[in-house]
């Protein structure tokens, strides 16, 4: 079965930096899309950063310049490098995987596996 585990959300202060881990296992990871969003209370879920097995990445506009993702197909892993974090990215960030070989999509009913979410606070 596989699954999807974020780890290294926490409280931050404005202006820190966070990196989001999500580890997976039961994937032929490497021809997966993977990406993450986020969810705040009351709001949908939300698109932020997305790469593809060849590792184009695409980013939401409302991130780009401060948060990058990246992959290690080697240990089956994703990351999301937060920088210069703001009030409005607290959320719970979640860790999703896409089956369709290089695709870029950034809506979330392409992604077949998510995991948990991992809970990140920002406060001034």
């Known amino acids: 079965q596989p699954q999807l585990v974020e780890s290294g959300g926490g409280s931050v202060q404005v202006g820190d930096s966070r990196t989001l881990v999500c580890t997976t296992s039961?994937?032929?990871?490497?021809?997966?899309?993977m990406a993450w969003f986020r969810q705040a209370p009351g709001q949908e879920r939300q698109f932020v950063a997305g790469?593809?097995?060849?590792?184009?990445?695409f980013i939401n506009d409302s991130v780009k310049g401060r948060f990058a993702i990246s992959r290690d197909n080697n240990r089956h892993t994703a990351y999301l490098q937060m920088n210069n974090l703001k009030p409005d990215d607290t959320a719970v960030y979640y860790c999703?995987?896409?089956?369709?070989?290089?695709?870029?999509?950034?809506?979330?009913?392409?992604?077949?596996?998510w995991g948990q979410g991992t809970q990140v606070t920002v406060s001034s």
């Open positions: 999703a995987a896409n089956p369709k070989i290089d695709s870029s999509s950034k809506n979330a009913t392409d992604y077949s596996r």
């Open positions: 039961g994937l032929i990871f490497h021809f997966y899309t």
């Open positions: 790469i593809t097995s060849k590792f184009i990445t």
